[in-house]
């Protein structure tokens, strides 16, 4: 009934840019903090951003000055804009949200089924 969507991932360049997004869909009341993780294949799940319901920005300080992340809560949407990636930041990306649907009280956890980004020339 609720769902997020990702988009945005594919191959690049070091150096290039990516834009994903991440939309919220189905029954919802309302969304409080948004974030992107990430994994790479062996590796623990990485918090990469954050994004409270009142605006406030969080960054891994791996990222911190290249990605920027916003959201739009009239489209229940949070994006990631990379700039300057590099090798290293190869890795499923998903999206998560912490929300509440319309016919339950309490929030809960949702993530995406996540989009693959590669950094590789």
């Known amino acids: 009934q609720v769902q997020l969507v990702e988009s945005g991932g594919g191959l690049v360049p070091p150096g290039g840019s990516l834009r994903l997004s991440c939309a919220a869909s189905?029954?919802?009341?309302?969304?409080?903090?948004m974030a992107w993780y990430r994994q790479a294949p062996g590796k623990e799940r990485e918090l990469v951003a954050t994004?409270?319901?009142?605006?406030?920005?969080n960054y891994a300080d791996s990222v911190k000055g290249r990605f920027t992340i916003s959201r739009d809560n009239a489209k229940n949407t949070v994006v990631l804009q990379m700039n300057s990636l590099k090798p290293e930041d190869t890795a499923v990306y998903l999206c998560?949200?912490?929300?509440?649907?319309?016919?339950?009280?309490?929030?809960?956890?949702?993530w995406g089924q996540g989009t693959q980004v590669t950094v590789s020339s």
């Open positions: 994004i409270t319901n009142g605006g406030i920005t």
């Open positions: 998560y949200a912490r929300l509440r649907r319309r016919a339950i009280v309490r929030f809960d956890d949702y």
């Open positions: 189905g029954s919802i009341f309302g969304i409080n903090d």
